[in-house]
């Protein structure tokens, strides 16, 4: 198993946004977290990645405990965000917002890991002189995803990618999303949109007020009454 959580919880203040939530994600495994808005899928990805005050029994990457970690050695030991909202730097280049995913100092490994990125989503090669903030949408969001992967990691989260993007820019995105779990990356991924992260994922977890309800293969919860009911308008 390569990621797990145990008993996660995130308050704010007095509201409690995230009860007692265990997840687990093996190499190679694309898992989607889906929920309504406010259910508290970004609240247990920025725990996971320590950019928000939480407790857990149990946070662990490759057998190796994470509980104390801050967010930088998150990121060393293999754990990376691609946030809500993409958050390029708009000012900085398509190069220099990909650059700044890779954590080491060898300029070599960065252009190979940069050069794998240009061949993943070759629009993003076509433009990588210009500033990000000149970016279509599904573009950022290419970028934000480029970025996330040259830190290296072993569990890849992702925070509504395909939010607001053309269907044919979303099946762009699953289609990168399915190539990087196919090289072994764990991949979390927290979607609005269940049909699009049910029919990218192996296996889903459905969260509601903070609180996992239900969890089952992608293809069971696809055809299930109740998921496509509460979140698929069906
Ligand atoms: N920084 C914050 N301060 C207070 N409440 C927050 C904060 N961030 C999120 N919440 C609340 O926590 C709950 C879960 O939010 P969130 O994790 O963003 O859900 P989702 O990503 O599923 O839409 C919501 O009720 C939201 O209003
Ligand atoms: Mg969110």
């Known amino acids: 198993m390569s990621f797990s959580i145990e008993g996660l919880q995130v308050r704010y203040g007095a509201v409690t946004a995230v009860h007692d939530v ?40 490759d057998g190796r405990a994470l509980e104390r970690a801050d967010t930088r050695e998150r990121l060393l030991a293999g754990i990376s965000l691609s946030p809500e909202g993409r958050h390029v730097f708009p ?21 190979s890991r940069r050069e ?17 903030g000149s970016l279509s949408g599904g573009e950022q969001q290419m970028l934000a995803i480029a970025r996330a992967v040259m830190a290296g990691p072993r569990l890849l989260m992702l925070d509504e990618p395909t939010l607001g993007l053309a269907p044919i820019v979303v099946r762009e995105l699953a289609a990168a999303i399915r190539h990087f779990a196919h090289g072994g990356i764990a991949v979390l991924l927290a979607e609005q949109n269940a049909e ?9 977890y459905v969260l509601q007020g903070g609180r996992v309800v239900t969890e089952a293969p992608a293809q069971a919860l696809r055809a ?11």
């Open 22 to 61: 265990s997840l687990r994600i093996a190499p190679g495994e694309v898992v989607a977290l889906i929920g309504a808005n406010g259910a508290g899928k970004s609240s247990i990805l920025k725990a996971v990645m320590a950019l928000t005050p939480h407790t857990a029994r149990k946070v662990a990457i």
């Open 196 to 204: 699009m992260a049910l029919s990218t994922a192996d296996r889903g």
């Open 91 to 111: 000012q900085l280049t398509v190069r220099e917002n990909i650059d700044l995913g890779y954590l080491g100092k060898d300029g070599g490994e960065r252009a």
């Open 224 to 234: 299930s009454e109740e998921v496509r009911a509460a979140f698929m308008g069906m």
């Open 116 to 132: 794998a990125m240009y061949q993943r989503f070759p629009r993003l090669r076509e433009r990588e002189a210009q500033a990000a």
